[in-house]
């Protein structure tokens, strides 16, 4: 199961403890992409390692004299890049996180550190396109409400109602009148124009006033 992360001259041994550890740590739809070991030139008998997954990128190091070994682990949205520098005697692969992290692991051997570049670099592109995605459907997303709010204000614009005419009172006679009836014109005038000013402002219907008019008039 593990021969297929042994293909770059990997420790067996340290992939095994790795990969042992690796498969519990896994999350639903996540899989294995590469693991390198650090070969230093005296004997190591605990090397550090680097797994790399779809998800995430995790440092492994041994400790308690192998008994036991500690990993620290990054998602690929959260690495801003990824290093990798060869020397005299192997190569050192890093990265560097979003909020200033960097760790990294040296004398690996070359031809693993070059593998861990190329894999980091298109789980990188990978993640970097995934975001593009993810920020046009925000804009979408947005556009779409905002179109939908304001077709909804459009349609619900308020419609006035037709003001009907209303008839003009009669102009007072410019005759006199009989002492008797002035009081009773004088009258009928102001509650006419009280009348017209509770319909122009709303306080009553058309129906109102004009059924009111004819009650005043019909008094009169």
Known sequence: MIDKF???????KA?????????????????????????????????DCIALTNKRILFFTPANLGLSIKF?????????DVFTKE?????????????????????????QARKLYQYAQERKEAEREARRLRELEEKRAESGALN????????????????QPVAASAPPPVAPVAPVEEPKKDELTEKLKRLKTLFESG????????????????DF
Not at 72 to 79: A, L
Not at 89 to 107: L, N, Q, R, W
């Open 72 to 80: 620290v682990d990054f998602v690929w949205k959260d690495i801003v």
């Open 15 to 47: 992939v095994e403890k790795v990969y042992s550890r690796l498969v519990d740590l896994l999350t639903t739809g996540e899989e294995i992409l590469y693991i390198a070991v650090q070969k230093k030139p005296i004997v190591n008998l605990f090397p």
């Open 148 to 163: 939908i709010d304001h077709a909804a204000q459009v349609a619900y614009q308020p419609v006035a109602a037709p003001q």
């Open 87 to 111: 020397e005299i005697i192997g190569a050192v692969f890093s990265a560097k996180t979003t909020i200033g992290t960097e760790m990294g692991v040296d004398y690996l051997p070359k031809v």
């Open 203 to 218: 306080l009553i219907s058309q129906e109102e006033y004009n059924h009111k008019k004819v009650e005043l008039l019909s």
């Open 6 to 12: 042994l293909r770059d001259e990997q420790d067996p």
